[in-house]
């Protein structure tokens, strides 16, 4: 989980270059063993490492150490240059209140550990220095830890000096220590010196090698003593070495854990190991089942403690009590039973079923089966009830179904051998009736409405000869003239439909030249003076407005014409355009406006309203549901500005298309 959000973090920078101008390789380690407790969560120490990268530079982030949020404030992080020429380790503090902190001017709060110099003069167990290309420790025994690689070992002679390299190991030189230490307390303090030191320099070689200037000098110094320290002195070492064998999650036997009463896994670091003493569960009533002297190893630091659902992961079980596993083959094969080879309980084989069956001797009474034969299936009886319940049945050919059976409803086109229920029938009829009134959806409504004849087509066909054909245009008349007086025409009214031309019907008439003379030689003053005013078909000035009422017109070619442009001013709310007022409309936002769009060009013509709107990204503009957008979003127009839109419809405004034609105009 994340630190808590009330811990201040500072960066922490910085960049190192060798004198030769190489950039060294490795990390700077920032260290504190502090636990701090913020907004209630107790933060454990753990190293922040920041590695270096290509130019040498360095950053890191770290929580501050007097911030007013934590508990306890004001301590320091030991800084350690984990590279080669990095300095020696030193403490800085990382106030809450820094913009950030460079590791070159940052001012250490404790000096540097220094080393005391080093000295070739004959020694007494306590000399220890340093030379280049490694520490050189001398003890008392005439053995030192050469510059060289931590596994070699150089004897040294009375004076100190250097005399040659042996075959000596840090294993020998431990257990030479170890013998000395093994004392009655009439030894001197050097002896116990030349223990601390040599298992110091060893842990610090081999486990702390990354840190070469920082918890070593301390070991050493504190096997570096005259025999008048306390004995926390020596714990001083002791914790250490405690220290570094937790670094590397080293195994570290904690104690043991009775399982009686199925407990919670312990709070513990990586290595951390308990041995159970009493057989039960651990992790809970829901945990893994374990035995005494088996092993409880913990992988994970600072693993909280929990039951096995919530910290089982973080742990493994060793099984040591193995006085009951039972073992078998090293390979069987599949299905094959299981079954214990000789009497010591401990060990298994596979078995056949053939070898079971034989092993068993089983018979058929053995399993509750005395009553079963061989009989063959044609002559196996047939029980009482059984039989019942057969003649329950009906049988597979012409059954004779009592009550109300059901079957499967047929899809409306099946047309197979599929049993059809009254579901199906019902659904057919529905079908073949379709919408047809209630005075006609039965066959026998139809028939009464064709008269109940059986021969409707022939009774239709033989009185449909009998009337006239109507692509003959009357051409099949037995009668013109009959059939003229029928429709009431005089004999003058029959010789004009008879007629052949527009003269002989004006002889007829006896109308002279009068029918052919134009009306307007027989206007009157007012029609004279409407007709005066009327447009020629050929060139004229129209004047005023001319309302077409939604009609075409045909092939027109315009010339010189305008648009009639609706100036609706100031505008919010609730707007309306309404297109018989014009198709050009200008407008100024003054507020949040809902606009609507009336009367358009009916459906199948294409009717446009061009928008020059003002300021209209200065307030909500709210365009008609039916306004589609690219995108479908909206465009965002210019709070103080010019912005003109266009919007299309061809179906009468179920839809317009909404375009940006242009935004912010100067």
């Known amino acids: ?44 120490p753990r190293r922040i490492l920041a590695t270096l990268n290509a130019t040498g530079a360095i950053s890191a982030e770290l929580p501050s150490t007097n911030d007013p949020d934590i508990s306890p404030g004001g301590w320091t992080y030991t800084v350690r240059e984990l590279f080669e020429g990095g300095r020696p380790a030193y403490a800085i503090e990382v106030p809450f209140n820094a913009v950030s902190i460079d590791l070159a001017t940052a001012i250490p709060v404790t000096p540097a550990d220094q080393l005391p110099p080093y000295t070739d003069a004959p020694h007494d167990g306590t ?20 510059a060289g690689p931590p596994d070699a070992l150089t004897q040294v002679n009375a004076a100190g000096n250097t005399l040659s ?16 230490v093994n004392h009655t307390g009439t030894q001197l303090a050097a002896t116990i010196s030349d223990f601390a030191l040599a298992v110091g320099l060893y842990i610090t070689a081999h486990i702390a090698a990354v840190d070469p200037h920082g918890d070593r000098a301390f070991s050493v110094q504190r096997g570096n003593h005259t025999g008048t320290q306390l004995a926390a002195t020596i714990s001083d070492f002791n914790t250490t070495v405690d220290a570094r064998l937790a670094a590397v999650d080293a195994m570290s036997f904690k104690g043991v854990i009775d399982c009686s009463a199925n407990p919670n896994y312990p709070a513990a670091d990586a290595g951390h190991t308990y041995v159970i003493s009493v057989d039960g569960r651990v992790g809970g009533a829901s945990g893994p089942s374990v035995k005494a002297g088996d092993m409880a190893l913990c992988l994970v ?71 079963v034969d061989n009989t063959s299936d044609a002559n196996k009886p047939v029980s009482t009830a059984q039989q019942t319940a057969i003649n329950l049945k009906a049988p597979l050919a012409s059954p004779a179904f009592t009550d109300t059976p059901t079957a499967p409803t047929a899809a409306a086109a099946t047309n197979n051998q599929q049993i059809a229920n009254t579901e199906f029938v019902q659904g057919l009829i529905a079908d073949l009736i379709a919408s047809s009134p209630g005075a006609l959806d039965t066959l026998n409504e139809l028939a009464a409405a064709l008269g109940d004849d059986a021969d409707f087509v022939g009774t239709m066909t033989t009185a449909l000869a009998t009337k006239l054909v109507k692509a003959s245009n009357l051409a099949d008349l037995t009668n013109a003239d009959a059939a003229l ?112 769009f009336s009367n358009p060009a009916p459906t199948g013509n294409l009717c446009a309203i061009f928008l020059r709107l003002t300021n209209g990204g200065s307030a909500a503009q709210t365009w008609p549901a039916a306004a589609k957008w690219q995108g479908g979003t909206a465009p965002t127009l210019t709070a103080a500005g010019i912005d003109e839109l266009l919007f299309l419809t061809s179906d009468a405004g179920t839809v317009w298309r909404g375009f940006l034609c242009a935004l912010d105009i100067k």
Request: charged share 10%.
């Open 1 to 44: 989980m994340p630190l808590p959000v009330g811990w201040t973090l500072i960066p922490v920078v910085a960049a190192y270059v060798g004198r030769d101008g190489s950039v060294p390789v490795g990390q700077v380690a920032f260290d504190s063993a502090q636990i701090v407790v913020v907004d209630g969560v107790v933060v454990v």
């Open 127 to 146: 000399q220890y220095g340093r030379q280049d290309g490694g520490w050189v420790v001398f003890v008392s025994s005439g053995l030192a830890l050469g």
């Open 165 to 180: 390299r042996t075959g000596y190991t840090i294993a020998t030189l431990i257990a030479h220590a170890v013998a000395r």
């Open 301 to 371: 630091d600072a693993s909280a403690a929990g039951n096995h659902a919530t910290v089982g992961a973080n742990w493994a079980l060793l099984e040591m009590n193995l006085d009951g596993a039972v073992i078998g083959p090293a390979s069987t094969t599949n299905e094959y039973f299981s079954v214990f080879d000789g009497t010591s309980g401990k060990l298994i084989k596979a078995f056949t079923a053939a070898q079971a069956k034989t092993a068993l001797s089983l018979a058929k009474a053995d399993v509750g089966l005395g009553n």
């Open 485 to 596: 007086t029928n429709l009431g025409a005089t004999t003058i009214g029959a010789q004009v439909f008879k007629a052949a031309t527009a003269a002989a019907i004006r002889t007829l008439l006896e109308l002279g030249t009068a029918a052919t003379t134009a009306a307007t030689a027989y206007a009157t003053a007012a029609q004279g003076t409407t007709a005066d005013a009327a447009l020629a078909r050929a060139g004229g000035t129209m004047s005023g407005a001319v309302n077409a009422a939604d009609q075409n017109l045909q092939r027109p070619v315009l010339l010189d014409y305008g648009v009639t442009r609706q100036a609706l001013g100031n505008v919010s709310g609730a707007t309306t355009i309404n297109l018989e007022s014009g198709n050009a409309v200008t407008a100024t936002t003054t507020g949040a406006t809902t606009w609507t």
